[in-house]
């Protein structure tokens, strides 16, 4: 199912994101360099966006990423998929004025859904998107006709779940059987004060089964297999929302991974010449190969093109035989 382009594409996303942080000298790379599985085989394979209409396709899914002070990975991730944002705004990351502030802002960077860095806020955020297409699917679909069928996804860590509003937004997902969210809970047992265990005991699989949600564990975070595996029983799972916990190295391949060290500050020359070495990764900086980028013309970019055209011609049909709720639903779009 995974290929080396796909291993290769996982390597360019933690590569960009510590060349970004490096060159703005100020950034947290350990969420990039640990997260970037799951984050593409998310994007790679399940992520049905058109980059080409951002947000004009109402049916796209969402993705938020909660854990906002991994921007660096949301940055480059919309580079490679083909979003607004460039190569030269990967270099300008965290500086004044440009498309790649420290934690993600909507409106401001194209294909992003939500503003973040707030922990916890994110979740809240997903929670309430897919309250908005439970209720939007409720009121708009009919037979032969979901106009509103789409998945909102979160990336969350550790210190996402030590906040109260994760806690209250979780617990009302549950409530409301939100069948058609996923998060993506990045563990990796560290937070910024150092190994979790000093800060949080919660049995975060006991907390959301109590919420009404599934628990799935995934125990490499480096197999992009056992990550497909467990998206595709969470989207088995329509009745309850599910919680996908990834289990981690924080700052992956990094000369101190796995430590607090490299939550929240640049690795330094010696330390990416040290990762980039333990990735077999011998490009220049700020580099992306060929083979990455059409692969994500072939996944993200040809999967969403055709979805959203499919989704075109479907409401097209659906405005000739409910004219009224057709008008209502694209004035709901307008702004």
Known sequence: MFDYTDQLAVNSIR???MDAIQRANSGHPGLPMGAAPMAYVLWSKFLNVNPQTGR???NRDRFVLSAGHGSAMLYSLLHLAGYKVSMDDLKNFRQWQSKTP????VDWTDGVEATTGPLGQGIANAVGMAMAEAHLAATYNKPGFDIVDHYTYALN???DLMEGVSQEAASLAGKLK???LILFYDSNNISL???LDKSFIDDIKMRFESYGWQHILVKDGND???IAAAVEQAKAETGKPTIIEVKTIIGYGAEKQGTSAVHGAPLGAEGIEFAKKAYGWDYPEFT???AVTERFRQTLNARGEALEQVWNDTFKAYAEKYPELAEQYAKAFEN
């Open 15 to 17: 590569t960009l994101s």
């Open 56 to 58: 004009k396709w109402s």
């Open 102 to 105: 420290g934690h993600p802002e």
């Open 157 to 159: 860590g550790d210190g």
């Open 178 to 180: 939100l069948g058609k």
């Open 193 to 195: 004060d150092g190994d």
């Open 224 to 226: 992009l297999t056992e």
């Open 288 to 290: 992306v190969p060929e």
